[in-house]
């Protein structure tokens, strides 16, 4: 198993630099673009999600659906709910987030194989996810409301005194939000992988007795893992559900 023969707990979320792709001189420097470990993990997924789409769409049997089929209108239906509870009657968003949803699912279950390594683990991938709706629903907010939707840092019914202190607390939080949603699914993938590792190095390394109270633990934490890896992309695609809710509605 790779995890045993790594130096520390930290070691199985280094993005490794694979081959370079190509590499441009310009005037104001050189821009080089590489294939990491990172990269090619989330295409793999990518492709297993798109497998998996195939496999449960191609030969749709009503009477008798295949594991793959069951799979996909679990995932579909489970999603679709999310959505109508959180935006009502509103499903142009529905698409985005089933594939939201499954693309971080996917990403943090991959973690949980041998040798796997969790693109969501990265900081940088969680954030660029956060900014991304983050930033989308804030352009389509105004796109759609005009100045009507910057009424949303300004809570109808507050006191003129306290207004300038409201509307600095409501930008603020606002802004905040991309940061606390990259963390709050960032910390939890990291945490739980390294206790996991944490708890392998210690089976290997102790007595019989020592290494059976291990790997029972493992066992536990492996089935932990499975449900916070599933319940991350819940969290991840309700709040981004909130986020779009304000951006439709920015009085409501």
Do not use: K
Request: net charge neutral.
């Amino acid at each position: 198993m790779y995890v045993l023969f790594m130096f520390s707990p930290l070691e199985q979320f280094e993005n490794h630099y694979l081959c370079g792709l190509f590499c441009v001189e310009t005037a104001h420097g050189m821009y080089a673009t590489a294939v990491t470990t990172l990269g090619v993990t989330a295409w793999v997924n990518v492709g297993v999600m798109l497998g998996v789409l195939w496999l449960g769409l191609s030969r749709p049997t009503p009477l008798a659906p295949t594991a793959a089929t069951a799979l996909v209108e679990t995932w579909w239906t489970g999603v679709a709910g999310v959505v109508r509870q959180q935006l009502g009657q509103e499903h142009r968003f529905t698409p985005l987030m089933v594939w939201t949803f499954g693309w971080i699912a996917v990403n943090n279950l991959a973690g949980l194989v041998p040798g796997g390594f969790t693109t969501t683990a990265h900081l940088a991938v969680t954030l660029f996810l956060a900014l991304g709706f983050n930033l989308g629903f804030l352009v389509w907010g105004v796109a759609v409301h005009g100045r009507r939707f910057w009424g949303l840092f300004v809570p109808s019914g507050a006191p003129a005194v306290l207004l300038p202190l409201i509307v600095v607390i409501e930008v603020v939080s606002y802004c905040i939000r991309p940061v606390s949603l990259a963390l709050r699914l960032f910390a939890n993938m990291m945490a739980g992988h390294t206790l996991m590792h944490i708890l392998v190095g210690f089976a290997v390394g102790t007595p019989v007795v020592g290494a059976a109270l291990a790997l029972t633990a493992i066992f536990a934490v492996t089935l932990l893992e499975f449900g916070i890896a599933l319940l991350q992309a819940y969290v991840f695609v309700v709040l981004c559900c909130i986020y779009a809710r304000d951006a439709l509605d920015p009085g409501h």
